[in-house]
């Protein structure tokens, strides 16, 4: 953060405020982490801060420290509106365009708080007094521990729950410190934070060891199943309608299966075909690595669309009717799939 926007910060909250902190819609590690790691600092400095989401969040989180103290919209619409009316202060953290909070954009909009946004995605709006942006960092936590270090002028004010809040987030949205936005920052960011106590060998466990009996069986039934196309470069996996009542199917079981086909050398586009009897259809996530765009692919025939290497679609024959059609349109793409 610029020395002048740490100076309106500085000023800003030298007052005690009423503060709303909002992360994005479907908040994910990153979005909670820094919301809540920026309510604690607010706090502890003898403000009112409190969290509102637009909508719930995943269960692998709800163990953060001062998560059950979050509102949110969508489930208790009028106290949330309340809160954002009344805020002289509206920090908006992991997201930057108001687009992206869903049905509360409206609320947003009318809100007549100071705005100040702190996030690390691509091309930013200008709604906020202050712009904390950055596309290099790694996560909107890496920027919320930058942030208390600019007004501070040092970390002291870093409690434990700050820590294992930021901890989090800088975990979940890395891949474990894995992707390139991982720096050497980063990792000193990380060893201060469990330095000043974030746990991270207990979080880690808390966030990823969360699987079911039943998703394991799925998985285990899916990978059995997954067919590898060499000469495509291609691995698709099915479950049949019959194959998930047999292995107790829950609601998320299947989430980010499609992605095992891309662990394999050489292999760039995959793909699972799921059967849901109760909608007659057969949805189907795309997923690949490189230029091959699996939202031009899904979107000429597969009704679906989506992002260059993220796609969803649907097919409304049955399975095995399905799966032919897929293959038989593997060839007209054989220059595109060489990998
Ligand atoms: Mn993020």
Redesign the pocket.
């Known amino acids: 953060m610029n020395k002048e926007d740490s100076k309106t910060v500085k000023s800003l909250l030298s007052s005690p405020h009423k503060i709303v902190i909002i992360p994005h819609k479907n908040p ?1 590690g ?2 909670i982490g ?1 919301t809540l790691g920026l309510m604690h600092y607010l706090k502890n400095k003898g403000q009112q801060a409190v969290v509102i989401a637009p909508n719930d969040f995943p269960k692998f989180l709800k163990w953060m420290p001062g998560q059950e103290e979050i509102i949110i919209f969508e489930n208790d619409k009028e106290v949330a509106e309340k809160y954002i009316t009344e805020a002289s202060i509206i920090f908006t953290l ?1 997201f930057n365009h108001l687009s992206r909070v869903g049905f509360m954009q409206e609320t947003l909009e009318a809100a007549e708080g100071t705005f100040i946004m702190i ?3 691509q091309a930013p709006s200008d709604y906020a007094k202050v712009t904390y942006s950055d596309v290099h960092m790694s ?3 890496e920027m919320v521990y930058n942030f208390i270090e600019a007004i501070e002028q040092d970390t002291s004010k870093i409690t434990s729950k700050i820590a294992n809040c930021l901890y989090t ?1 800088i975990m979940t ?1 890395t891949g474990s410190f894995k992707y390139s936005s991982t720096t050497s920052r980063t990792h000193r960011v990380v060893a201060d934070l469990i330095d000043k106590g974030a746990e991270n060998m207990a979080i880690h466990n808390k966030v990823f060891d969360t699987n079911s009996p039943s998703r394991l069986h799925i998985l285990g039934c899916a990978l059995k199943n997954m067919v590898i196309l060499e000469d495509y470069h291609t691995a698709y996996i099915t479950l049949s309608q019959e194959e998930l009542d047999e292995n107790e199917f829950k609601k998320g079981d299947t989430e980010g299966i499609v992605n095992y086909g891309l662990t394999l050398d050489n292999i760039i586009f995959a793909v699972i075909f799921i059967e849901n009897k109760d909608e007659g259809i057969i949805k189907i996530s795309f997923r690949s690595q490189g230029n091959f765009s699996v939202n031009e692919f899904a979107r000429a025939h597969f009704e679906g669309g989506g992002h260059d290497n993220a796609a969803g679609g649907k097919s409304n024959v049955s399975l095995e009717e399905t799966t032919a059609k897929f293959v038989a349109l593997l060839d007209s793409y054989k220059d595109q799939l060489k990998g």
């Open positions: 994910d990153d979005a820094s992991d996030d690390h995605h996560s909107t936590c987030g949205d």
